[in-house]
């Protein structure tokens, strides 16, 4: 199973949650392969205490080792391993589908049960269909507005990327193209008014858009709440997107703002290890046993298949 | 629930509650609500232009006032989903059943009711109706709408007719009996509703 953590802000919390609840997982008796996809800035081996590795998923790639264990990093906790280097294959200026699939193909072919992909606060193509091909992609978001906006930004392109390649209609895809920006001259201000208007140029695609909004259902990790407000501001956002997208989106849970949490980064040590007792830890913990639990009933995004340019 | 606008939506829907919600669950789905599209919500600016809030905020209104009233909400859900209402075990000999054929040949005759149609008005209803053959009568008996109401559909004494939400699903009934798309013969009998009182 494979779950992608991406969207929102650089500093909202991707590579503390990736790795917390990789820990988390893997102490409920799950092997798990936290694997670094950020292009902005790959460190989730900072988190783990690990220097920097000396081998990445690129020398496999490239050849230089012959088996994909060869580059996987142990760490301190038994059954969770690292694979750094994968941001390699989703570098936009070469990604290309042949990439993304075997970049899928090493993850799955990898010794584990959970593979948790951080794909930091990119945007581009490749991270978007990484993101849609994934067993479940997950949001995290911080209470800000900033966060929230730039989170529904990333939300949007993945949606509109995943109805654009529902459709076979050339002119259906220039609309949904034309969609993205708001000030269009078509006059489509949401995906309710593309539906529509996609409807009308061809039923068909039209009906497989409404049915790939039917399937879609991102998750949702609040990160950083500091009151009960900032706790309903996830509901909010789950609301606004059903009411916009049309979608569902599953609200896993929330994580505390919590002074242990900077401390334990500062120090290079994994907060559920460290003080396994915060606040934050606890919500970290109760996230990772509904990723768990969601193994079994999870709805694989396996129909979604990666494009080129 | 699928991709609808807020016009399109049941108030459960508009809540995002079940239809089997307590009134309990219904005032904190309406209370979620407000706050999420309250002025100051971090949650919407960004996706929703003010007039699309406004909007929402309306409906999320209506549905709060009419899902929390008992009886309101039970005509809602008579009107709207026709519970409640026990079909006709045998029609009597001076309400017939309209017959598939009749439907049929309405819907493919494309004269009355073309999908482009913006409007429908009472004159349009009662010519399919009558273009039917079927009495006000048989549409009574089939939809339990009284004859008053549905004479006043008919003649567009929209002074007399029943609440907005009411009206809707009585108009749903209508159309389907007749064989027509419910959601454009509402959508579009409301529209014309509208735009005659602008005028």
Known sequence: MIWTIGGGKGGSGKSFITTNVGICLSKLGIRV??????????????????????????????KRVSHLEEVLIPTAVPSLQLLTGAQDLLNAADAKSVQKRKLIRSIQSLNSDTALVDLGAGNSL???????????????????PTSIENTYRFLKSAFYRRLRHSVSSPSVKALIDGAMDRKNEMGIQGPYDLIRAAKGMDEGDGQRMAEEIETFHPNLILNQVRSKKDIEIG????????????????????????????????RRQPLVLENPRSRASQCVMEIASKLANSHKAATPFQEYEPQGH | M???????????????????????????AYERARETFAVDSPAIYSLF?????????????????????????RSYDQSYFQIGIEPPTEAPSETPEISEEKK?????????????????????????????????????????????????????????????VYLKGFLKNYAQSLGLDPQKVVEGYVRSMEESRKK
Not at chain 1, 236 to 265: M, N, P, T
Not at chain 2, 3 to 24: C, F, H, M, N
Not at chain 2, 118 to 134: F, N, P, Q, S
């Open chain 1, 33 to 62: 392969v936290l694997v670094d996809a950020d292009l902005g800035g790959a460190n989730l081996h900072t988190f783990l205490g690990i220097s920097p590795p000396a081998l990445s998923l690129s020398d496999f790639i490239k």
């Open chain 1, 126 to 144: 490749s991270v978007l269909d990484f993101f849609l091909i994934s067993d479940g992609g997950i949001l995290v978001v911080t209470p800000e």
């Open chain 1, 235 to 266: 509901f909010s956002i789950r609301s606004a997107c059903q009411k916009y997208f049309g979608i569902h989106l599953h609200y896993l849970g929330y994580v505390v703002y919590d002074q242990d949490v900077s401390h334990s980064i500062r």
């Open chain 2, 2 to 28: 699928s991709l609808k606008g807020i016009k399109d939506q049941t108030y459960y829907e508009v809540l995002e509650v079940s239809r089997a919600a307590t009134p309990k669950e219904i005032q904190r």
């Open chain 2, 49 to 73: 232009s003010d007039a699309e809030v406004k909007e929402i905020r309306e409906a999320v209104e209506e549905a709060r006032r009419i899902l929390t009233d008992e009886e309101l909400r």
């Open chain 2, 104 to 164: 049929a040949s309405l819907a493919f005759s494309g004269l009355l009711f073309n999908t482009e149609k913006e409007t429908y008005r009472g004159k349009d209803l009662k010519e399919a109706r009558e273009r039917m053959g079927v009495e006000r009568q048989a549409i009574s008996g089939k939809t339990k709408i009284s004859m008053k109401t549905l004479e006043w559909i008919e003649e567009e004494v929209f002074e007399a007719l029943p609440p907005l």
